[in-house]
């Protein structure tokens, strides 16, 4: 299994979403937010590029995986739940 696929199945099953939707061009917000938490574990936690994460992701520009990034990282300075999210998920993958 490669890494963005184990981040991605992780991040979609903390979630509660699938890995189709994570994959998928949905807007929804649930979908957006664990998608752009998983891009970023990506990028944090391999050495993937933003062209590597963007294809596994559905295809995605890396424009919109930096974007994606970006804004989950804004987030872990004022939301205490992507926070934790980011934390326990980030621990999951150092256990593995």
């Given amino acids: 299994m490669t890494p963005s696929r184990w981040i991605a199945l992780a991040t979609a099953r903390y979630f509660a979403q699938t890995l189709t939707e ?4 949905s807007r929804r917000r649930a979908v957006v937010l664990a998608r ?4 970023f574990l990506a990028r944090q936690l391999t050495g993937s590029s933003l062209e590597q994460i963007g294809r596994y992701f559905g295809g995605r520009d ?10 989950t990282a804004t987030l872990l300075k004022t939301d205490p739940a992507i926070r934790l999210a980011v934390e326990q998920l980030t621990q ?5």
Wanted: some cysteine; aromatic content about 4%; overall charge positive.
């Fill in 92 to 96: 999951k993958w150092q256990t593995t």
């Fill in 36 to 39: 752009g938490v998983a891009m």
């Fill in 62 to 71: 890396h424009t919109t995986v930096m974007h994606g990034c970006g804004k």
């Fill in 22 to 25: 994570l994959r998928s061009p």
